[in-house]
């Protein structure tokens, strides 16, 4: 079955950097287009990075600059590089199979001083 597990999140201070891992298994990464989403307590889920099957991205512009989406197909890993992190980036983030709606458990990534 599909499965979806992210690692990497942590405790970073501001314009440091960190870089969230999205293991997958019941399908292949380079076949689906994946997404990283976040959610900020008290706020509404967002989509913060997307990549399709072509190898394309997609960005919101709060990260874009900031934050890399990439997969490693041998690895069937998706990753999320987060460099010069603020206060503001502070959520859970989640990946996301696109079809099918599968979900993640989410990652806690808090950027404080």
């Known amino acids: 079955q599909v499965q979806l597990v992210e690692s990497g999140g942590g405790l970073v201070q501001p314009g440091g950097s960190l870089r969230l891992s999205c293991a997958a298994s019941g399908f292949t990464v380079s076949s689906s287009a994946m997404r990283w989403y976040r959610q900020a307590p008290g706020k509404e889920r967002e989509l913060v990075a997307i990549i399709t099957t072509g190898g394309n991205t997609d960005y919101a512009d709060s990260v874009k600059g900031r934050f890399t989406i990439s997969r490693n197909n041998a690895k069937n890993t998706v990753y999320l590089q987060m460099n010069s992190l603020k206060p503001e980036d502070t959520a859970v983030y989640y990946c996301?199979?696109?079809?099918?709606?599968?979900w993640g458990q989410g990652t806690q990534v808090t950027v404080s001083s």
């Open positions: 996301n199979k696109y079809v099918g709606g599968y």
